[in-house]
């Protein structure tokens, strides 16, 4: 794995659902990482549901953050429903952290 893309998931790894104390990376939100050109990054990322309060503001908290990173100069973020999140997506860290 690059090094920039470690930087990417640790980037997205500070952001949480706001309704489940897991980080949206482990909650398997993330379908997506390509490193372009070693500076821009393309992602595809869902929510857990079409509905969900914070379809605004989570991808633009996504991109901000990769953004940040040093050497990153653009980021395509593609919010996708297919395949639907299912909580087979979460890790298994995931799935301990919420006894499930």
């Not at 897991?22 to 372009?36: C, D, F, Q, T």
């Not at 509905?51 to 990769?66: E, G, T």
Request: charged residues 30%; hydrophobic residues 40%.
């Amino acid at each position: 794995m690059s090094e920039l893309k470690e930087k990417v998931i640790k980037e997205i790894k500070k952001i949480y659902d706001p309704e489940i104390p897991v980080n949206i990376y482990e909650l398997g939100l993330i379908y997506k990482i390509e490193i372009i050109d070693k500076k821009k990054v393309n992602i595809d990322m869902t929510l857990t549901t079409p509905n969900c309060p914070v379809a605004d503001s989570l991808p633009k908290m996504v991109k901000n953050n990769i953004l940040s990173i040093d050497g990153v100069s653009d980021v395509d973020l593609n919010l996708v429903w297919d395949p639907p999140w299912t909580k087979d997506k979460m890790s298994e860290a995931a799935k301990l952290e919420l006894n499930l």
